[in-house]
């Protein structure tokens, strides 16, 4: 490993007018000046696969959730052998992240708990998951059943009448209080299996390894794929809409989706209206509890909250499906593609190779779908209901003077929106004014300037002196943080001008013009026969896919979001690139090598990107079999 380091974050500089924003995060959040020689002893990522942006105060909780309970089952419930939890800090606005280990001498200990804990899941697992969707469903209801109402003028005099002895403040402050706990709830459900699920498939995929010298990282990935996810059915769900709509003769109606009321309404009034109607009623539960982000921001868009988003996606399949388009995912293909490469590699076991490999391959396939699934019910479902609840409670205080926008709450801690929430009813009780009208408008509009400011510079890839080899399971199969990767990071990579090298994270090569996207926001401007690269993608983006002919990132491993659902569309794919969406640029003619790893600027000048379509080339996938 190169002797070059990154950065240290504690020689780096604010941008510009962003002085002071260390005060905006919760102590623990930052690296503090007298922690200095411990902080710089460890190597941190940014992890701009999950918070690819600023993360404003309030937003910090999906973080200190996430990765809190994902140590938590590491460390304390499961007791994985070899890893422990993440630590976290906020630098310039960004998440940065440093996997702990667990120390040599202890590893040994803690195999004989580690097998009996997560063989127990793995014994039951079907039994324990029905258990599981009824706790995160019974914990989305609780959640859903939460209000945030300004406060009446007087008590109801039922309630002084009955005795009741509480006032609506009360419900108020407790209701807050159990928006953040029930979120906590199912931040410690999302890993409840979701370890599991990794441990199943590294287990399998070091198995592999061992007794196939040199199989391809590819080949032991598609050996699970081709399965039913539950994360799928949205976008399943807006395809059966599309062709239902055909069916009908109801596609002309979808001329513009921007205004949903409008459009739902030419619908209702046509012949066959009804029927397609309903059948948009029965997919909206649960099934558009779907956002286009991540779900770890207030500004995420959910289709349930902005149903021009799914209609918008259902026009585009209509379409589609009208030019002779095959709209479905290639489920028949990816699994006879699953089983002819593990029919190869079976037949060179011996019959006790042979039992081994296919008791893990049996239960990586089958805790497999989970490694998804949770998506749809944490990231989707869950945190859609929060941010609702959240945004309810920020417009009702923004009602009351003490911020001039709806949002204005998310510039605040959570500690500080409680202690603005006991403001307020302190001044409801008293029959004064709350103080908060008179605070919070500045600060927030300084607050305001400061997330803007960080958010025009992007995060240095890490911080401080890497390790010699990376060597951490979960860094390298979730994020793609390799060796190779940091070089490329600190200018160390050998590739050719014009070349990015990532992880082969979906098979197959696939050529056309770049589509630089770096929001959700810009996926409207995306194409037929583009070449999606962005820093990270979302599983949300599945609609998109039918359009584009590869992907390529920033960041991510052979298990993060991108590389699975690449492999589950069929599409070439190329992750953990460090810089590609920064350094192409949107028309750059591309050649996506999934097989190996890497792409290339074919011709660096704009193309016509209306030729776009018909000049791509898509090479068959069948390239990987000789690989493989």
Known sequence: MTEKSFPSPYDQTPAAAAEGWKDLYAYNLVFQDNRREVEEAKFWFCDSQHWPTVTKP???IGFEFAVSCLGQYNSRHLLIPP?????????????????????????????????????????????????????????IDELNELSFEALPDAVPVEDVLSGKGTGPNNELLGNFD??????????????????????????????????FPGIPDQAVAKMVQGVDMELFRPDDELKKLAKLAVELGLADHFGDTENPDATLARIAAAAGGDTWLAAWDEARDPWFNFTVGNGFYAHDKYWMDHLELPLGYIKDYIVRVQTGHNIDRPVEELVA????????????????????FQGKLGLARQVYPYVENHNFYIEHWTMGVFWRKARQLSKMLQGQGFWPEENGMFYLRRDEVREALFDYVTGWGVGAPAIGPDYWPAEVARRTVIVDALSKERPQPALNTPPAVITEPF????????????????????APEGEFRGMAASSGVAEG???????????????????????????????????IRATVTDIGGMMSHAAIVCREYGMPAVTGTGTASSQIRTGQWLRVDGNN????????????????????????????????
């Not at 906590?184 to 287990?203: I, P």
């Not at 399998?204 to 007794?211: H, I, L, R, S």
């Not at 820093?535 to 599945?542: E, I, R």
């Not at 990107?609 to 080339?617: E, G, I, K, M, R």
Request: net charge negative; glycine share 6%; hydrophobic share 40%.
């Open 475 to 494: 860094t390298l199969m979730l994020w793609g943080i390799t060796s190779d990767q940091i070089r490329n990071w600190l200018g160390d990579s050998d």
């Open 83 to 139: 890893a422990n939890g993440i630590e976290f800090r906020i630098h310039n606005g960004y998440v940065f992240m440093s996997p702990v280990g667990v120390p040599e001498a202890e590893i040994a200990a803690r195999v004989p708990q580690f097998m009996e804990r997560a063989g127990h899941y793995f014994q039951n697992w079907d039994t324990l998951l029905e258990q599981w969707q009824g706790k995160i469903r019974g914990t």
């Open 337 to 356: 593609e699953r089983d002819r490469i593990t029919e190869e590699y079976s037949e060179l076991l011996s019959p006790e190779q042979l039992a081994a």
């Open 178 to 211: 159990k928006l953040i706990a029930l979120t906590y709830r199912a931040w410690q459900y999302h890993f409840e299996f979701l370890n599991l699920g990794y441990v199943a498939y590294l287990d399998f995929f070091t198995f592999c390894k061992e007794v």
């Open 513 to 547: 013009p770049a589509r630089v996207i770096s929001s959700s926001d810009q996926l409207s401007e995306v194409q037929d026969g583009d070449i999606l690269v962005a820093p990270v993608t979302a599983p949300s983006w599945g609609p998109i896919f039918g359009k």
């Open 597 to 628: 790893g890497t792409v290339t600027i074919v011709e660096d000048h704009d193309h016509d990107l209306s030729l776009a379509p018909a000049a791509a080339v898509q090479l068959d996938a069948a390239l990987e079999s000789s690989h493989a």
């Open 58 to 60: 309030f937003e910090t």
